[in-house]
Nanobody
Framework: QVQLVESGGGLVQAGGSLRLSCAAS????????MGWYRQAPGKQREYVAR???????NYADSMKGRFTISRDNVKNTVYLQMNSLKPEDTAVYYC??????????????WGQGTQVTVSS
């Protein structure tokens, strides 16, 4: 079984920064793309960013320039550096990953989420 565990969320003032982490654990062969989504109260889950195993990145237009996604393939961990945070960035942030199991079957896994609250 593969698990993703996020950390690094919290309360920050507008203009501040946070760094989220998401570590994969369990038994698997490899991890392909990893990414981040967020869901604000009363809103649908929203795409934030994605990174391939080779390091290619993609961002939602509204996140470009403020958020940076990176990963450590040795630690099986993806990060989201968030700068110049705004109150509208308040949400639960979820990581996801496309995981190749030891059977070579591919599964999509979600983390449990971490709360980010930006005060004005």
């Amino acid at each position: 079984q593969v698990q993703l565990v996020e950390s690094g969320g919290g309360l920050v003032q507008a203009g501040g920064s946070l760094r989220l982490s998401c570590a994969a654990s369990g038994s698997f062969f490899s991890i392909n793309a990893m990414g981040w989504y967020r869901q604000a109260p009363g809103k649908q889950r929203e795409y934030v960013a994605r990174i391939t195993s080779g390091g290619s990145t993609n961002y939602a237009d509204s996140m470009k320039g403020r958020f940076t996604i990176s990963r450590d393939n040795v630690k099986n961990t993806v990060y989201l550096q968030m700068n110049s945070l705004k109150p509208e960035d308040t949400a639960v942030y979820y990581c996801d990953a496309d995981v190749v199991l030891t059977t070579r079957a591919q599964v999509h896994v979600w983390g449990q989420g971490t709360q980010v609250t930006v005060s004005s």
